[in-house]
């Protein structure tokens, strides 16, 4: 079965087999091994991509299903080579450790911010809850998100955007 997906702006026509999952066929067809497997059972969160702007988990999200509509995974987020905001946040409040959850974290959070730019830590927390860190580095995960919301309210009003969202 052929189907076309927009991945990170780029339309991609593929033959899949019907039960393919869209986990694999970005890490494996597609080549965009950021998106990671963890659990397989949506428990985790890994793997985390938005589809239509919408955070899924692909380990149980059929290919068939993204057919005509758009994928995000975290290779989209830097824009003309360039670390997104909510990247650099990451990098500059140590919101990763080893490095497994954060793609499915930065596009839960990517979706958190698209609707509420200004997050509460309590809001943060909520919208990441589907995401598992092993390291249990929570509390700087949000600090990040926190601070790139912040970043890209300073950037929209034109002001100067600080390393590390600092206000």
């Known amino acids: 079965m052929q189907v076309t997906v927009n991945v990170n702006g780029i339309s991609q026509k593929v033959d899949v087999e019907p039960r393919l999952l869209l986990v694999h066929l970005l890490r494996e067809r597609l080549g965009l091994t950021g998106t990671h497997v ?18 899924i988990k692909s380990c149980t999200y059929l290919a068939v299903q993204a057919d005509g509509r758009s994928v995000r995974t975290v290779e989209g987020l830097a824009e003309g080579g360039k670390p997104s905001p909510l990247q650099d946040a990451f990098k500059e409040q140590h919101g990763l450790q080893c490095g497994f959850c954060t793609p499915g974290m930065m596009l839960a959070a990517e979706a958190l911010l698209a609707d509420n730019p200004d997050p509460s830590e309590e809001e943060v927390r909520w919208a990441l809850s589907g995401n598992l860190c092993r390291c249990t580095g929570y509390m700087n995960i949000v600090k990040a998100v926190q601070a790139a919301g912040a970043a890209m309210r300073s950037a929209e009003a034109g002001a100067p955007v600080l390393a590390g969202g600092g206000q």
Request: charged residues 10%; hydrophobic residues 30%.
């Open 38 to 55: 963890g659990c397989d059972t949506t428990s985790c969160g890994a793997c985390t991509v938005l589809v239509d702007g919408v955070p």
